[in-house]
């Protein structure tokens, strides 16, 4: 089974409009990490917000904030008043455990364009 | 603070040949984890070192190998390259070790493109 999943197609939102990007995980590890990183079309990764699994509340990082839904597991990035610049792909990643096989597992990616 | 660096950002080699990548890490991060980037594969990891020791890898095949210096530095060599192995290599550098939340930092990347 795919330990992250990301479905949604290509997504595109108005310019100023929030937008909600999908991501589910699997795992019985009752530690972990989620992780988002955007990935503009120079191909360097940016990491963007951190939800750990024991996290009481949703972590926020200015524009962006993690909708943490821990039964469902699924862990949404929602981007608030979207810029021309957020076009890019994003990418949902969970790190299970720890010690030496605790390793970042990525999705597959969705493509996000803001239209102006 | 400078970020992740990597050399080089482009290359082209042919079959066959080997190739040694590198990568730089943040200022005071010990661990460094190597990534492949392919459009059908979508985002793999390859292995992670700390303190000069790997300490994970990723399901490749032993062509793929690495290390790291005493001051943090990696590299990564593929051996006897295939057309498969076109793809953006990335590095990524991180404080620690050893939990399940702390971040990575990535470099931009290496294009390799075998002909």
């Known amino acids: 089974a795919q330990k992250i999943t990301q479905t949604q197609p290509g997504m595109f939102v108005q310019e100023k409009e929030a937008v909600t990007l999908d991501c589910t995980y699997d795992t019985s590890d009752p530690s972990y990490g989620l992780f988002w990183y955007k990935q503009p079309s120079s191909g360097e990764m940016i990491f963007l917000i951190y939800q750990g699994s024991y996290d009481q509340q949703n972590a926020t990082e200015g524009r962006y904030s993690l909708n943490f839904q821990k039964a469902r597991k699924s862990a949404n990035l929602v981007i608030s008043a979207s810029q021309l610049g957020d076009s890019a792909m994003y990418f949902c990643a969970m790190r299970e455990g720890s010690g030496a096989n605790s390793k970042l597992t990525f999705g597959k990616g969705i493509t996000l364009s803001v239209r102006p | 603070k400078a970020g992740v660096t990597q050399t080089p950002r482009y290359l082209i080699k042919t079959r066959g040949q080997q190739v040694t990548l590198s990568c730089s890490p943040i200022?005071?991060?010990?661990?460094v984890s190597w990534y492949q980037q392919t459009p059908g594969q979508g985002l793999q990891f390859l292995f992670e070192y700390f303190s000069e020791t790997q300490r994970n890898k990723g399901n490749f095949p032993g062509r793929f190998s690495g290390r790291q210096f005493s001051n943090s530095r990696s590299e990564m060599n593929v051996s006897t390259l295939e057309l498969g192995d076109s793809a953006l290599y990335l590095c990524a550098s991180s404080q620690t070790l050893g939990t399940a939340s702390y971040e990575q930092y990535f470099g931009p990347g290496t294009r390799l493109t075998v002909t």
């Open positions: 200022s005071g991060h010990r661990s």
